[in-house]
């Protein structure tokens, strides 16, 4: 038994290496991150001076967050498309200089030719009547305005005659030479070990979790402030809904229990058509709200309270915050468990051994607990390793609605905010909590059964 | 399946939740597919400050020149009644196509996972490089390219060029080099195809984390857009059709007819096609009312929470949201969040009888 424990365990670590790995992946896949976001932010409000200074601020941030490097040990892209392409600012020159590439397929003829329209364009920034064919050679990618707005430059600008006269060349050039489909053949490119992933792989594994994009904070230490309030509310509405589902349950299962059965299984079905949101606002409104019963603080974990307040004091005031949110969370998880527990002990009710202790006439409450509840565990025991992390999901709703500062909150924020270290802690976390709640299950396994027995092999 | 429509028959005869159910899904489906033609006297995203939330009902007030908000208005002065009309037609025309596309792949993978179980799937070494060739072609030339030429805005020639690769790249690996290779006697060895390993760990990859999540992740790495939301929705929701459809394969295979064609030696496609496609699409299509009743709760709580979908989407979620600014205004909730529950409770009703007749049949 401790040797399977140990194999499953141990087999949990290429799975978080996977998940992780691919989060990672994907969230760099993503060309706009949050800082380029705010770094991009108002092209235009900025006169052109500081264009160069957030130019060089742009670049600065990519290399802090090692963006200017490649991302994987390999890299595939279009033959067109040169890799560098990254470095270019801002993002809507960057997208252009792409279609140039795309179209014409053939990367340094178009490089060539942009060079010279950006030195044509400075040297000629001054002169007003030609700003209308920049700004054409600046947005279009058709060749006949290209060489069209090329050529009445070269004849309008005398005073740079040379520049332009190249800039004319360079656009005839790869208008000519343009290489239509074969910039669409993939090429493959290695990159070693000087990429993003192998760095935060190690990174990793020193134990660098990483920092909050937007408030600099190490991940773990923000999980651990988060991971405590999100916990009490699991596992108390885990524990109320358990117990009341077995309670519920006994009581449906009774000889005489019709009454509650015909009371309770439509309830708690058409409790279970309500989704989780709606449930918690409707009970806010019902009962939190000034407009109906206010009985209920609304909002928060009741941080406010004054210090040095005996210990069953403050306890009271944190029960006052979470009673609602626990009632919400237990609401919407008890029909599935309810349902789930009544049939599972329902067909342990046409078992031999039940018959058998009806025939040696024992009470009908010593039948139920002692003898079907024992052989119910089985398939619970299963039930609730797959049902605690699903209340993960249940709990992010009810901590956005009351607003507790837990890990589902902190997940929704950190993903508005695009911040993602935070998020990457959080999905290792859950993936965690969830592979940890099967190997307890299966720990319990036998000793709900002592019948089970693991082998390490 | 003849089965299954009787069954059906018989319950619409004897149950009347089941009658009603399927009468409000009937009336529901007709109100989503006439609303544009409806005569509202609001459009959803009318504002009109200076109405903001008002309360339902309020026949006071009306006048000839301004019309009722029969359910009153949110914050921007937003109709409740149209939002709440529309956000079903939002609603449904989500989650029915992504549940319909979750179906087909769900039933796609897992038969045959379900099929090669007990990886009696052999492969030839030299189907097997073909195979593992075509994928990388098939994902450069039918995505990367398509996505790249979609955002550049390039001419559709390139699109339809590399479509044209992705497809027949792959068919011309298969049908000339895999024949080719075939003449090596290395590459003519059968190798097991673990189809069903490759099927179960992808669905413990998807199901590691809870489902919300894993969307609420995966939207935050694309722009809020609804078909990028419904790709993530089928992305995540296919496990369950697969793990079902994987389950009932296993079934069908054992009994004695299935394994009588298989003696008869009918071809693959047959056997799948004729003799166990029938027999376990009941049990698909009560899970495909299921999903779809999960569906509508999940895209109302997306957009309740606002990952994922643009904020000017007409939807449940967002009225819903609108309480957040007023918690004394319970219209907002009460009504969306009524209808909401309404379509969710008929669609359990009526896969939950289903199931019942289904299981009183099965030993």
Redesign the interface.
């Known amino acids: 038994m401790p040797g399977y424990l140990f194999k499953r365990l141990v087999l949990v670590l290429p799975?978080l290496w996977?998940?992780a790995s691919l989060?990672f992946l994907?969230?760099r896949?993503?060309p706009q991150g949050l800082g380029a976001g705010n770094i991009l932010k108002g092209d235009e409000q900025y006169s052109k001076g500081s264009k160069e200074s957030r130019e060089r601020s742009y670049r600065q941030y990519l290399h802090k967050t090692q963006q200017d490097l490649p991302l994987f040990y390999f890299s595939?892209h279009?033959r067109a498309e040169p890799d560098t392409l990254y470095r270019v600012y801002p993002e809507s020159e960057r997208?252009h200089l792409?279609?140039l590439a795309?179209?014409y397929g053939n990367w340094p003829l178009v490089s060539a030719y942009y060079s010279g329209v950006k030195q044509a364009h400075t040297l000629a920034a001054q002169q007003d009547q030609l700003q209308p064919h920049f700004e054409a050679l600046h947005t279009s990618t058709v060749a006949p305005a290209i060489l069209a707005a090329a050529s009445s430059i070269a004849e309008a600008d005398q005073e740079n005659a040379f520049q332009t006269a190249i800039l004319l060349r360079n656009a005839k050039r790869m208008v000519e030479h343009r290489q239509d489909?074969l910039g669409?053949l993939?090429t493959l490119s290695w990159n070693g070990s000087k990429n993003q992933y192998h760095n935060w792989l190690t990174e990793v594994l020193q134990g660098n979790f990483g920092t909050s994009y937007r408030d600099h904070r190490a991940v773990p230490a923000i999980l651990a402030e988060a991971i405590g309030n999100t916990f009490w509310l699991l596992i108390l509405s885990m524990a109320i809904s358990v117990v009341l589902a077995f309670e519920l349950s006994i009581l449906m299962v009774r000889q005489k229990g019709r009454k509650w059965r015909r009371l309770f299984l439509p309830v708690l079905?058409?409790t279970?058509?309500?989704?989780?949101?709606?449930l918690a606002?409707?009970l806010?409104?019902l009962l939190?709200?000034?407009?109906?019963l206010q009985l209920f603080p609304?909002y928060g974990m009741g941080y406010y309270s004054p210090a040095g307040l005996p210990w069953h004091e403050s306890l009271a005031r944190q029960v006052q915050f979470m009673a609602l949110p626990v009632l919400c969370l237990t609401l919407a998880n008890l029909p599935y468990l309810t349902n789930q527990v009544y049939r599972s002990l329902a067909t342990t009710g046409n078992e031999d051994y039940t018959r058998t202790a009806r025939a040696k006439g024992l009470s009908e409450t010593r039948i139920i607990r002692k003898h079907m509840l024992r052989n119910a565990w089985l398939p619970i025991i299963t039930l609730l390793s797959d049902f605690l992390?699903?209340l993960?999901?249940g709990a992010?709703?009810i901590e956005?609605?009351f607003a507790i500062p837990g890990v589902g909150r902190l997940?929704?924020t950190?993903?508005?905010a695009?911040d993602?270290p935070v998020?990457m802690g959080?999905?290792v976390i859950?993936?965690l909590f969830?592979?940890l709640s099967h190997l307890v299950a299966d720990a319990l396994y036998s000793l709900a059964d002592p019948r089970i027995r693991y082998t390490s092999s | 399946m003849n089965r299954f429509l009787s069954d059906i028959v018989r319950i619409w005869q004897l149950r009347w939740a089941f009658r009603l159910a399927l009468i409000y899904l009937f009336l529901f489906l007709l109100l989503v597919i006439l609303l544009p033609w409806l005569p509202l006297s609001f459009q959803p995203n009318d504002l009109d400050l200076g109405q903001a939330f008002q309360p339902p009902f309020q026949w006071a007030n009306v006048t000839s020149a301004t019309p009722l908000h029969w359910l009153g208005t949110d914050a921007l002065g937003r109709d409740v009644l149209s939002n709440t009309l529309f956000g079903a037609r939002t609603a449904v025309l989500i989650s029915l196509p992504v549940m319909l596309a979750t179906t087909v792949i769900g039933l796609v993978l897992g038969t045959a996972a379900g099929f090669y179980a007990d990886s009696s799937g052999k492969i030839s070494r030299a189907s097997f490089s073909g195979i593992l060739l075509s994928v990388p072609v098939f994902l450069y030339f039918g995505m990367y390219v398509p996505s790249q030429a979609f955002l550049l805005k390039l001419p559709p020639a390139v699109l339809l060029l590399s479509m044209g690769i992705a497809i027949l790249a792959p068919f011309i690996l298969m049908k000339v080099l895999v024949p080719a290779l075939k003449r090596a006697t290395f590459f003519t060895k059968q190798v097991p195809f673990p189809a069903d390993q490759v099927v179960l760990r992808l669905i413990e990859v998807f199901t590691s984390i809870p489902r919300l999540v894993i969307i609420l992740v995966l939207a935050s790495f694309m722009p809020p857009s609804v078909v990028l939301l419904s790709f993530i929705l089928v992305l995540t929701y296919w496990t369950d059709t697969a793990r079902l459809t994987r389950a009932e394969t296993l079934r069908v295979k054992q009994l004695p007819y299935f394994e009588a064609a298989v003696s008869a030696g009918a071809s693959t496609g047959g056997l799948l096609m004729r003799h166990a496609l029938p027999n376990i699409l009941a049990p698909v299509i009560v899970s495909f009312i299921f999903g779809l009743a999960g569906l509508l709760a999940l895209e109302s709580t997306l957009s309740f929470l606002g990952i994922g979908v643009p904020a000017e989407l007409v939807s449940w979620g967002r009225t819903i949201a609108g309480i957040r600014a007023n918690t004394s205004a319970w219209w907002l909730v009460v009504f969306p969040g009524g209808f909401l529950a309404l379509t969710v409770l008929a669609l359990q009703t009526c896969s939950y009888y289903i199931l019942n007749a289904m299981q009183h049949h099965s030993p």
């Open positions: 799975m996977l998940i989060f994907l969230s896949l993503l595939i279009a997208l792409r279609r795309w179209k489909y669409l993939p079905f058409l279970d058509s309500i989704p989780t949101f709606v606002l409707l806010l409104v939190a709200s000034p407009a109906f609304v992390p699903a993960v999901a992010l709703i956005t609605i997940l929704l950190a993903v508005q695009r993602y998020m959080i999905v859950v993936a969830k592979m």
